[in-house]
């Protein structure tokens, strides 16, 4: 049975810990609704009511462009492991980029990555917790470094390149902002 909570509790943040991937939902008003695979060390919950994660180059850039339009997230967590245990945080978002005044403070909560574009800074409105009894064991190989490679073989310039080319729209065609 599900249970709504207002904000994060302990038991949530041990749950947080323990996983190595998250998945972030959002959906502007209109067109397609994304959902996406996230893993690194790459979020942080910063208090009972927010978290920050910091988004790499991918192939596309949903989440920026659909925030724009409407500034809805969900995270949620998925325990593979004994304890079944799904966890979502609903709230809203805003996207900062590298040119913006808080993303030093902000960067300075992860490793450096290359290849950074964008940190979500969320604000958690309610976490939700289901039983997660039908999701199968997986176990954890390791991270993948496959991204971290890419990045550093293009280079700063290069990256930005590929912003230029295939980040500044959403696959609805929605302005994403990312070299604004």
């Not at 959906?27 to 978290?51: E, F, Y």
Request: hydrophobic share 40%; glycine share 8%; aromatic share 10%.
């Amino acid at each position: 049975m599900a249970k709504q909570f207002a904000a994060f509790e302990d038991d949530h943040l041990r749950i947080i810990a323990a996983q190595n991937m998250f998945f972030v939902g959002t959906a502007a008003p209109g067109g397609r609704v994304n959902i996406s695979p996230k893993g690194m060390d790459s979020l942080r919950v910063t208090g009972p009511n927010r978290v920050v994660w910091l988004n790499v180059t991918g192939s596309g850039n949903e989440t920026a462009g659909h925030l724009q339009l409407a500034p809805r997230m969900t995270v949620m967590w998925c325990s593979f492991d004994r304890r079944p245990m799904i966890l979502r945080a609903y709230g809203t978002a805003r996207a900062i980029h590298p040119r913006d005044a808080d993303w030093a403070s902000l960067y300075a909560l992860f490793e450096p990555i290359p290849g950074a574009r964008q940190i979500y800074d969320m604000t958690v409105e309610m976490v939700q917790t289901s039983c997660g009894y039908a999701v199968p064991f997986f176990e954890h190989q390791g991270p993948r470094d496959t991204l971290r490679h890419w990045a550093e073989t293009k280079g700063p310039d290069g990256v930005e390149a590929y912003w230029d080319e295939k980040n500044r729209t959403t696959l609805d065609g929605f302005a994403t902002g990312i070299l604004d």
